[in-house]
């Protein structure tokens, strides 16, 4: 695991009981209970959000990155997934639905079809030329590919070495930027927007 990775939650022990849902939920055995409260093992945990859905107290909360985050960059970028879109009427176009990202604070939208149309190629280029390696397991999700880390590494040389349209999209739109502005890499900003699951 990199020793930089990010988790998306965080375990409150003060509103904790002790109950065991969320130990028993984990599919990585990635929570102890100790002295009453659970605790999570960031080595094995993967941010499926398992122990969220299932926690009876509300101990369990999801981190999520807030608007005021994006000040600390000099340009900003939303790359909208399909799902963000799709949750809105079909009469509303996506130019309105960029518009208002842009009323919120961002600089750019960035449109995820190219990258999306590059990776495909690149998955059929790859399979053509790797048969006989099935079954490969896409690498799309993080989630799955934490999961096949953590509990399945027999299975890592099965993940398909190919990045997620997002990631391919956020790389070229900061390059981009980075050109037409010159504002060095690092100080641009692209944040991937989907939508929340009901838990
Ligand atoms: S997010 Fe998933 S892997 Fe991490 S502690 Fe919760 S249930 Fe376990
Ligand atoms: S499910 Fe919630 S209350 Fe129960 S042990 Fe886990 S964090 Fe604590």
Redesign the pocket.
């Known amino acids: 695991m990199p020793a930089q990775y990010h988790h998306s939650l965080r ?1 409150e022990p003060d ?9 028993r939920a984990c599919p990585t055995d990635a ?1 102890r ?1 100790r002295s009453h ?2 605790v999570k093992l960031a080595d094995r945990c993967i941010d499926c959000g398992e ?1 969220i859905r ?4 509300v ?2 909360v999801p981190l999520t990155e807030q608007m005021a985050d994006l000040s600390k960059f000099d340009l900003r970028v939303a790359i909208p997934s399909p799902a963000f879109y799709a949750q809105f009427d079909a009469d509303i176009p996506p130019g309105v639905i960029a518009a208002a990202l842009k009323q919120c604070g961002f600089d750019e939208v960035e449109c995820l079809s190219m990258a999306t149309d590059e990776v495909m190629a690149a998955t059929e280029i790859y399979l053509e030329e790797h048969r006989g390696q099935y079954p490969l397991i896409s690498s799309f999700c993080p989630t799955v590919v934490r999961l096949v880390q953590v509990k399945y590494p027999e299975l890592v040389d099965q993940l398909l070495p190919i990045l997620a349209p997002r990631e391919v999209s956020a790389r070229e739109a900061k390059k981009r930027k980075s050109i037409e502005t010159g504002i060095p890499e690092e100080r641009i900003g692209a944040v991937y927007i989907t939508r929340g699951n009901r838990i």
């Open positions: 375990f509103r904790c009981d002790g109950c065991m849902s969320c130990m929570v209970i409260r659970a122990c299932v926690c009876p107290r101990a369990i």
